[in-house]
């Protein structure tokens, strides 16, 4: 009966934790049903959806606990009506005993239905993405129901002992007039005011300085959680600090619908800027994940033509000057042996390796930190071949090409050794990474310069260096299968240091495994934050109008106009809910050079495409918080006019 006439609070609450069972069970489902599969890439894909399927629980167990928070503030005031009425608090706690009990076996029972339905749909959705053939046969793997009902079983329970706890805390009379107590007018916290500025002054500061890719992953979480402790900080803080600078200007201040507004919302912001804080928090996730998994997963065959700029990649490690000729002997003799020549062939020795720069200096490094770069050292005769120039050096001289650096001074230090920089070059388009990574390309007059390098960098800051010799490749038609599958034995045989023997098209195999899992587990996030977003902005929304309820009936008494209490409704409503929107804008564009070094981590360099994706999904995610705004306000207003 209590769940039947409080179903305002009730319904959505079920239907939101009933989605949120059905997500996280989907999520292990299709992981089991991945393992289980023989699909290609299931290690890397199972790996990545176990992991995503319990950071999903957690969050999901998060998203319960703030919803239930709501309900029990509504629920209070008839807890303390049965206590005054005769009821026992432990004739309470049975009848919430059974209300969670009800409450939580509906919402297990139809999320585990639902998702045994969407499973199987939802795997052949992963293969589909990944691009793996399927055929659709339904399976429910009971080991998933049982993790499912016992991860949330143990969720109801905590939610059960604190609501318990809460009530039993709190004498009757407390609880009779929990609903009815009002707020004091906050004081402005400037000391909170200003963390706020700093915190998120830091955080701003941390992603627009960021240098490199490397900077961007070890850098942005420090800056993800000064974002979020400034948000919280300003919105409690800042927004009491607005609401009174408003209230000062006396022209704006003195109209009834500015001045219901703004003192109604004075007086209750403190509750207020928690939920409108947790409303930008979450929609800024929405924004970055959305974004980022979309891009990655349509920017593919970017990535893929940035690391593999030909059909075949092969490489071995330089141990004398034949070596490199051994090696393009022994690709030609294979595809020979399959009756296929080789096309667009490139071969260069090279010297890669992270080094810091500073006034012209490059110094080795043992990791991509800081202010390092990637350095690429080429012979001469390697990068003319390559451009189809005939340019010359001296002993002293180098060519230069650099990609997101700046190198101001007409000469280079490399680990000490000056080299004048004769001209500067453009980069060679098999290089593909260097192109799109933070660096610099040095060519050497000479082999006998690179491994006087290799020597002189043997040990230092702990690192290991080797001259490499990297050889591409297309073929000139479709090579049978056995062809792939015999060259790595058959070039072992004539190259006994060989390293990399690799093809793009299993590249591209991978690629699509890894993007597509990503694009696939942040769907199921992004549709966990919509849920925990939309549960907020509704029972904040119908909190806001129990509360206004009474106030609004006496300015009805006195005076003020059916017009005039929606005209106001909508400003209130419009102030609070789209700040938030706003604040994510804000963060996200803030946030944009980082996440383009974070992408570029994963050699996603494409910025026209991911600037394309933030700005579809910050459209997209407008018109969904929109209808959620409209849809919610006419709740409000539902509420605040009944009579």
Not at 80 to 106: D, N, T
Not at 227 to 248: E, H, M, N, P, Q
Not at 260 to 272: A, F, T, V
Not at 441 to 452: C, G, I, N, Q, T
Request: aromatic share 12%.
């Amino acid at each position: 009966m209590n769940i039947r006439n409080n179903k305002n609070i009730y319904l959505p609450y079920l239907l939101a934790s009933s989605l949120i069972v059905m997500l996280f069970y989907s999520l292990r489902s299709v992981f089991s049903m991945v393992t289980a599969s023989s699909a290609g890439g299931r290690e890397i894909m199972g790996a990545m959806l176990q992991l995503s399927s319990w950071i999903c629980g957690i969050l999901s167990l998060a998203i319960l606990f703030y919803v239930n928070s709501f309900i029990m503030k509504r629920r209070k005031k008839e807890f303390g009506l049965y206590s005054i009425l005769g009821m026992e608090k432990r004739h309470i706690c049975l009848v919430m005993i059974w209300e969670v009990l009800f409450a939580g076996a509906a919402s297990i029972l139809c999320g585990i239905l639902f998702g045994a339905l969407s499973g199987q749909l939802l795997f052949l959705l992963l293969l589909k993405i990944v691009g793996l053939p399927a055929a659709l046969q339904f399976q429910i793997p009971f080991g998933e129901v049982a993790a499912t009902v016992v991860l949330f079983g143990i969720g109801f329970f905590l939610l059960l002992c604190y609501d318990v706890v809460s009530v039993c805390r709190t004498d009757p009379i407390a609880l009779l007039r929990s609903e009815k107590e009002g707020e004091r007018e906050p004081k402005t916290k400037w000391a909170v005011a200003l963390l706020g500025f700093l915190t998120l002054g830091g955080g701003y500061l941390l992603a627009l300085t960021v240098q490199s890719p490397s900077d961007a992953v070890s850098f942005f979480f420090p800056a993800v959680f000064l974002v979020i402790l400034g948000t919280y900080c300003l919105f409690v803080a800042g927004s009491i600090l607005f609401l009174k600078l408003l209230r000062k200007n006396k022209g704006f201040y003195y109209q009834p619908k500015n001045f219901i507004s703004i003192s109604g919302m004075l007086y209750r912001m403190k509750q207020n800027a928690v939920g409108l804080a947790n409303i930008c928090i979450l929609s800024t996730c929405v924004l970055v994940t959305l974004s980022s998994t979309v891009s990655l997963f349509l920017g593919e065959e970017d990535i893929l033509r940035v690391q593999y700029p030909r059909q075949m990649m092969t490489s071995c490690l330089i141990e004398t000057e034949k070596s490199g000729p051994e090696l393009v002997e022994a690709c030609r003799r294979h595809a020979q042996g399959y009756g296929i020549s080789l096309q667009n062939e490139v071969g260069y020795a090279s010297l890669n390796y992270p080094a810091g720069y500073h006034d012209g200096s490059f110094l080795a490094s043992s990791v991509y930190s800081g202010s390092v770069y990637e350095v690429n050292v080429i012979p001469l005769d390697d990068y003319n071949r390559m451009m189809g120039t005939q340019l010359e050096l001296s002993q002293d001289e180098t060519l230069l090409a650099v990609s997101q650096m700046q190198v101001d001074t007409d000469r280079i230090w490399l680990e000490g050794t000056a080299y004048k920089i004769r001209e500067r070059v453009e980069m060679p388009s098999c290089l593909g990474r260097l192109s799109s990574y933070p660096g610099a390309l040095a060519v050497l007059p000479d082999l006998s310069h690179l491994e006087r390098l290799v020597q002189q960098m043997e040990g230092m800051d702990g690192g290991r260096y080797h001259l490499l010799y990297y050889y591409y490749y297309d073929l000139s038609g479709e090579a049978p299968a056995e062809y792939y599958a015999t060259l790595r034995e058959d070039l072992l045989g004539s190259v006994p240091r060989l390293l990399r023997t690799e093809t793009a098209q299993t590249a591209r195999e991978n690629f699509y495994q890894i993007y597509g899992s990503l694009l696939f587990v942040g769907i199921f996030f992004i549709c966990l934050f919509m849920i925990a977003t939309v549960l907020i902005i509704y029972y904040k929304q119908i909190t806001e109008g129990f509360d206004d309820h009474g106030r609004f009936r006496i300015m009805r008494n006195v005076g003020l106009s059916d017009r005039e209490i929606r005209s106001t409704i909508n400003k209130q409503v419009l102030l609070v809910f789209f700040l938030p929107l706003g604040m994510a804008v804000v963060h996200i564009a803030v946030a944009f050079p980082v996440l383009c070094k974070l992408l570029l981590a994963f050699n996603m360099a494409n910025q026209p495409l991911f600037l394309g994706c933030t700005a579809g999904a910050v459209l997209l995610f407008g018109m969904v918080y929109y209808a959620v705004y409209h849809k919610t306000s006419k709740t409000y207003y539902r509420i605040v006019q009944a009579k």
